[in-house]
């Protein structure tokens, strides 16, 4: 692993990559890393994520009580959310929250990304989705992203932004990218009369090559049940296949509620 002072020059380089590829506003965001089971370096609260050096760069414990600060700075007012993912995921060295465009207007209107449009999404990231609202800072958003920490490493948080998680900073930060431009071709595709959804089938091809190329991180390649017994997995199941995942109950429930109302209006 590079050094300390490496690292900390990579997370503001992510930083900038974030900040002038538009996926944060003022002071928004923050960027994580483990660098050993008890030492974390993050971002510090309040300042532009686009121009920091490393003397800005923080470091804490698990708990994430400050460990080292330089004067004026104090660890990120998200930290418990970042901690919260590293305690539930042992696999996650890097967490990235950002505020893209796209992906929060999908938080914002209440819409998970599960659509399956585009073989890269569907590879690198499966389904997105959108842990409930939650207050800044307190443990309102790790308690609510919880909920799908072991079965996803991107999730959309409601009327908020995004968070996405991995085995390195560089990956963390490519989810991040990911999950905005599958967001934004979501978004377009539907202004254009709504995207062509790949076939269970396409889908199934796809989820092979991710097992093929062994890649890292929770998918629902690997985590659905059927596909454990050696049947397809299901796309948005979210490891929950049997129990049921907020992402499919929240479809199923838009399918029924809009059924009920267009009988109510035929008067059936
Ligand atoms: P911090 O500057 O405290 O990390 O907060 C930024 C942010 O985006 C909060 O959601």
Do not use: W
Not at 46 to 61: A, N, R
Not at 87 to 93: A, C, F, G, T
Not at 227 to 252: I, L
């Amino acid at each position: 692993m590079a050094n300390e002072f490496e690292i900390k020059k990579q997370i503001c380089d992510i930083g900038k990559r974030i900040y002038n590829r538009g996926m944060v506003a003022n002071n928004d965001g923050n960027i994580s890393v483990k660098i050993s089971e008890n030492e974390f370096l993050c971002t510090p609260t309040g300042v532009s994520k686009g121009f920091m050096t490393p003397e800005y760069i923080c470091k804490v414990d698990r708990d994430g009580k400050v460990l080292q600060a330089n004067a004026g700075f104090k660890p990120s007012s998200e930290i418990k959310m970042h901690m919260r993912v590293y305690k539930e995921r042992p696999d996650v060295k890097s967490v990235v929250h950002a505020h893209p465009m796209y992906a929060t207007a999908f938080a914002i209107a209440g819409i998970p990304l599960t659509q399956p449009i585009m073989p890269e999404a569907v590879i690198a990231l499966g389904c997105v989705p959108i842990a409930k609202y939650g207050t800044p800072s307190t443990n309102e958003i790790p308690d609510a992203v919880s909920e799908y920490v072991q079965y996803f490493d991107a999730v959309l948080l409601e009327n908020h932004g995004a968070l996405t998680f991995s085995d390195s900073l560089l990956s963390a930060y490519n989810k991040m990218e990911s999950v905005e431009f599958y967001a934004q071709l979501l978004y377009l595709s539907r202004q254009l009369g709504g995207p062509k959804e790949l076939s269970d089938a396409q889908v199934q091809r796809l989820y092979e090559i991710r097992r093929q190329f062994g890649m890292t991180g929770k998918h629902p390649a690997n985590l659905c049940a059927n596909t454990k017994e050696g049947k397809a997995s299901c796309h948005n199941c979210g490891g929950h296949c049997g129990q049921k995942s907020q992402t499919a109950n929240a479809s199923e429930e838009l399918v029924k509620n809009i059924t009920a109302k267009v009988i109510k209006e035929l008067g059936l």
